[in-house]
T-cell receptor, first 115, second 114 residues
Framework: GENVEQHPSTLSVQEGDSAVIKCTYSDSASNYFPWYKQELGKRPQLIIDIRSNVGEKKDQRIAVTLNKTAKHFSLHITETQPEDSAVYFC??????????????FGKGTSLLVTP | DGGITQSPKYLFRKEGQNVTLSCEQNLNHDAMYWYRQDPGQGLRLIYY???????QKGDIAEGYSVSREKKESFPLTVTSAQKNPTAFYLCASSIATTVNTEAFFGQGTRLTVV
């Protein structure tokens, strides 16, 4: 099955700096890569996703890059703000639909943005 | 609020008891999932269902059971065979026509064994 690894497990940045979180995956047939943000005690919510036909996608201060050859994708947050503090998860589904559509998640990155 | 509802929010269980966690969605999604979340472990898949009356084991199915009698509902039973059930449980749903789809999460149930 799909194996997703995520680094770092914790990240502390000063307000205004950039934050980068990286993930690798094992199934070369995977073609959808979402990022979820989970605030303390709340549900994970999708913040951005990328499909394998593009290499980069941006949404205001958030961007995701994908390198299919190397099987890794990254989340970039620029001009970080204290409200960006949360746990971020990357995920990937199995490449074969016969294995179901369940996302496999990384172990998460706890991001702390200090004023 | 998201269209997927879990209940209860908090649940306490005595050792040796079975408990059932509820998950209901009104998004008309075919696929539903149960994940377990422990600190530092990410989200681990317990069971998933791609269609009514069908479900498959995930990575950590031992000690859990599910049913999918209705499209809207996917309850999870934590049985007494689950050795360490204290965790945060998340239910999710998605369109099942392709793997390129967003999963929507419920607000979670925090289960504590007392």
């Amino acid at each position: 099955g799909e194996n997703v690894e995520q680094h770092p497990s914790t990240l502390s940045v000063q307000e205004g700096d950039s934050a980068v979180i990286k993930c690798t995956y094992s199934d070369s047939a995977s073609n959808y890569f979402p990022w979820y943000k989970q605030e303390l005690g709340k549900r994970p919510q999708l913040i951005i996703d990328i499909r394998s036909n593009v290499g980069e996608k941006k949404d205001q201060r958030i961007a995701v890059t994908l390198n299919k050859t190397a099987k890794h994708f990254s989340l970039h947050i620029t001009e970080t703000q204290p409200e960006d503090s949360a746990v971020y998860f990357c995920a990937a589904p199995p490449g074969n639909a016969n294995s179901g559509y369940a996302l496999n998640f990384g172990k998460g990155t706890s991001l702390l943005v200090t004023p | 609020d998201g269209g997927i509802t879990q209940s209860p929010k908090y649940l306490f269980r005595k050792e040796g008891q079975n408990v059932t966690l509820s998950c209901e969605q009104n998004l008309n999604h075919d696929a539903m999932y149960w994940y377990r979340q422990d600190p530092g472990q990410g989200l681990r898949l317990i069971y998933y269902s791609q269609i009514v009356n069908d479900f498959q084991k995930g990575d950590i199915a031992e000690g859990y059971s599910v049913s999918r009698e209705k499209k809207e509902s996917f309850p999870l039973t934590v049985t007494s065979a689950q050795k360490n059930p204290t965790a945060f449980y998340l239910c999710a749903s998605s369109i099942a026509t392709t793997v390129n789809t967003e999963a929507f999460f419920g607000q979670g149930t925090r289960l504590t064994v007392v």
